[in-house]
């Protein structure tokens, strides 16, 4: 039941984003960041969101609140969201555009170390 609870709120918060409202999807995500911290989806989203929108330097910012939580955490950034520091720094294309929650698997974190 997790796992599908887990997936209607991504899926909401990236309806919320899409048609416009962008505040609300980041309250439910932040609340979602304080049950999950390590949930790297709940990161991605708002900072496709950011930047989509032109604002690449907060979606860096909200890269660097994942990788200092998850590093406190014991845990490293995974793929995902390293690809998607890589595409925000060299100003690419963000993954794909039609639902990014979907095509993103939930990798789990790897603990520092491994």
């Known amino acids: 039941m997790h796992g599908h609870r887990r997936r209607a709120v ?38 496709r969101a950011l930047y989509l929108a032109g604002d690449g330097s907060t979606a860096l910012a909200v890269y660097q609140q994942a990788y200092r939580r998850l590093a406190t955490s014991g845990l490293r950034l995974g793929p995902q969201l390293r690809a998607a520091h890589y595409a925000i720094l060299n100003h690419q294309q963000f993954a794909d555009q039609v639902g990014i929650s979907r095509l ?9 170390g491994a």
């Open 10 to 47: 991504l899926d909401l918060a990236e309806i919320l984003i899409r048609i416009g409202k962008r505040t609300e999807a980041e309250d439910l995500l932040r609340q979602r960041l304080m049950e999950r911290p390590e949930d790297e989806t709940a990161y991605m989203l708002p900072m």
């Open 104 to 112: 993103i698997r939930p990798w789990p974190p790897i603990p520092v």
